[in-house]
């Protein structure tokens, strides 16, 4: 059965930092693209980050040079490492797996976390 | 940059009714690489279509996507108490390529 797990969620200040984990099973990591996707409170889906199989990385715009994703084959997880966090960076942020027809990516996510809350706030 | 506008805001329907929700994009989806999810309070989003029409795995099928280039449509036929929640539409493509979700639209009970 696949599930995925977010940990790491935490009230931070504005400019600290913070790392999310994904534990993930049922599947390998490494041979799936793996996302991150973000719900500000009371707010609509916002996505982060992808990391695909081949190992490129992209981003939203908000977030380049200040998060980094990052993939741990051997403990089959996936990480979001945040950085001088903004008041704008609270919300629930889901771990998401890619959709595939065979070997074909579809550019959708078929499984998601339950989320995890990160509170940027003095 | 592609832009998903989703319309109406919000659907007030009964159960039984056809709920028929509207995604439209900024500009051509040549890769109809388009899917809808619904999310419910306090839970993930699910994954409802993709690729436009497909449904995924486990989705009943009173769900059904349509459209090309810059309009598309989830319908859901015979609406069931289960089926009020935000559903979005997701697209993936440009360069640098990147996903973006559509603003959601509530169906909620009338």
């Known amino acids: 059965e696949v599930q995925l797990v977010e940990s790491g969620g935490d009230l931070v200040q504005p400019g600290g930092s913070l790392r999310l984990s994904c534990a993930a099973s049922g599947f390998s990591v490494s041979n799936n693209y793996m996302g991150w996707v973000r719900q500000a409170p009371g707010k609509g889906l916002e996505w982060v980050s992808v990391?695909?199989?081949?190992?490129?990385?992209y981003y939203t715009d908000s977030v380049k040079g200040r998060f980094t994703i990052a993939r741990d084959d051997t403990r089959n997880t996936l990480s979001l490492q945040m950085s001088s966090l903004r008041t704008e960076d609270t919300a629930v942020y889901f771990c998401?797996?890619?959709?595939?027809?065979?070997?074909?990516?579809?550019?959708?996510?078929?499984?998601w976390g339950p989320g995890i809350l990160v509170t940027v706030s003095s | 940059e592609i832009v998903l506008t989703q319309s109406p805001g919000t659907l007030s329907l009964s159960p039984g009714e056809r709920a028929t929700l509207s995604c439209r994009a900024s500009q051509s989806l040549s890769n109809n690489f388009l899917a809808w999810y619904q999310q419910k309070p306090g839970q993930a989003p699910r994954l409802l279509i993709y690729g436009a029409s497909s449904r995924a795995t486990g989705v009943p099928d009173r769900f059904s996507g349509s459209g090309s280039g810059t309009d598309f449509t989830l319908t859901i036929n015979r609406l069931e108490p289960e089926d009020f929640a935000v559903y979005y539409c997701q697209h993936h493509g440009g360069s640098p390529p990147v996903f973006t979700f559509g603003p959601g639209t509530k169906v909620d009970l009338k």
């Open positions: 990391f695909y199989s081949g190992g490129s990385k």
């Open positions: 998401t797996k890619g959709v595939y027809s065979g070997r074909t990516p579809l550019m959708a996510f078929d499984y």
